[in-house]
């Protein structure tokens, strides 16, 4: 089974409403965006999951077996922290939201155009 059947069987039943995230005041979190190279860049990424961050991942540049070997591992990381995960575009673009943080996709991709 391909990348692409994997996550289309995967986030296919998961368009469903989620309420706003809760964020305490002084609560920090950042958003790091990367677009690995190989596969070892992979363990910089799980840190910042398990440290409560946003991670938003481009796997264009990663060849087939790479991109599905960070896809797993990833995968693997967002449900130890019990954190959301989301495709935003084909099989390129992918989200990790601890779970306290909810990502209303359908709204990015339709009202602003951002993603294609």
């Keep these: 089974m391909g990348f692409r059947t994997t996550t289309k069987k995967m986030f296919a039943a998961d368009e ?22 190989q596969f070892e860049d ?4 799980a840190d910042a999951l398990i440290g409560g961050n946003i ?18 591992y990833m995968n693997g990381v967002a ?9 935003v575009s084909d099989y390129t673009l992918l989200l990790y939201a601890p779970a306290n943080v909810t990502i209303d996709k359908k709204e990015v991709v339709e009202e602003n155009n951002f993603w294609g």
């Design 16 to 37: 469903t409403k989620r309420s706003a995230p809760q964020i305490n005041a002084g609560q920090r979190m950042d958003v790091v965006v990367r677009m690995p190279v």
């Design 55 to 72: 991670v938003f991942l481009n796997l264009e540049k990663l060849d087939g077996a790479d991109r599905n070997r960070v896809f797993d």
């Design 79 to 87: 449900y130890i922290v019990k954190a959301n995960v989301d495709v």
């Design 42 to 45: 992979v363990q910089e990424y």
